[in-house]
């Protein structure tokens, strides 16, 4: 059975960066064509969907174009987790952030979901 | 203001049958399958249907669905006070090249 546990900070101050980290269990992050997402639910925006990463023979990212510019995904197979890190954050960011599993990259449903963590942006 | 339109609420008594529906456009419901997803108070998504009309391993078959145009609907036969949740549809947008979600309704079994 695959489950998948978050961790990271609460709480993040204004203009600093967001740091998520999802551990996988009873899967692999670097198993060819799983794609590992993240979304974000928020009162104002509803669901969002920030982006995915696979590994294909090599490591791909797929970010949604309004975060482009700020958001990255970093795999770790040592410890088989992925991350997600989103910089110069604002008050807008605050959501309850989920990590998620799609069984193939061509595919856009999820899976497994984490159990989301609460995060405020706030000074 | 999200990309797939669903009501807000539905309502039913235990034992009666449901519908939800999530309307969208040729960019997303149109070119693309879409799936559900049931959201109990407190918890993460839990995946409904995929593929527009398929059920994963262990989603009993009062649970359906269906995929017409650029409309999709989910059906729930035989309601249970367990059902109460807030139902999301999903898919895939190739204009704005991203996943996108209806804003969600809320399921009351009266």
């Known amino acids: 059975q695959v489950q998948l546990q978050q961790s990271g900070p609460g709480l993040v101050k204004p203009s600093q960066t967001l740091s998520l980290t999802c551990a996988i269990s009873?899967?692999?992050?670097?198993?060819?064509?799983?794609?590992w997402n993240w979304i974000r639910r928020s009162p104002s925006r509803g669901f969002e969907w920030l982006g995915r990463?696979?590994?294909?023979?090599?490591?791909?990212?797929d970010y949604a174009v309004s975060l482009k510019s700020r958001i990255s995904f970093n795999p770790d197979t040592s410890r088989n987790q992925f991350s997600l890190q989103l910089n110069s954050v604002t008050p807008e960011d605050t959501a309850v952030y989920y990590c998620?599993?799609?069984?193939?990259?061509?595919?856009?449903?999820?899976?497994?979901w984490g159990e989301g963590t609460t995060v405020t942006v706030s000074s | 203001q999200s990309v797939l339109t669903q009501p807000p609420s539905v309502s039913a008594a235990p034992g009666q049958k449901v519908t939800i529906s999530c309307s969208g456009s040729?960019?997303?419901?149109?070119?693309?399958?879409v799936s559900w997803y049931q959201q109990l108070p407190g918890t993460a998504p839990k995946l409904l249907i995929y593929e527009s009309n398929k059920r994963p391993s262990g989603i009993p078959d009062r649970f359906s669905a269906s995929k017409s145009g650029t409309s999709a609907t989910l059906g729930i036969t035989g309601l249970q006070t367990g059902d109460e949740a807030d139902y999301y549809c999903?898919?895939?947008?190739?204009?704005?090249?991203?996943?996108?979600f209806g804003g969600g309704t809320k399921l009351t079994v009266l």
């Open positions: 009873g899967d692999s992050v670097s198993r060819n064509s799983v794609a």
């Open positions: 999903g898919t895939w947008d190739v204009t704005l090249s991203t996943v996108v």
């Open positions: 990463t696979y590994y294909k023979s090599k490591w791909y990212s």
């Open positions: 040729s960019s997303n419901i149109g070119d693309n399958y």
């Open positions: 998620a599993r799609t069984s193939h990259y061509y595919y856009y449903y999820m899976d497994v």
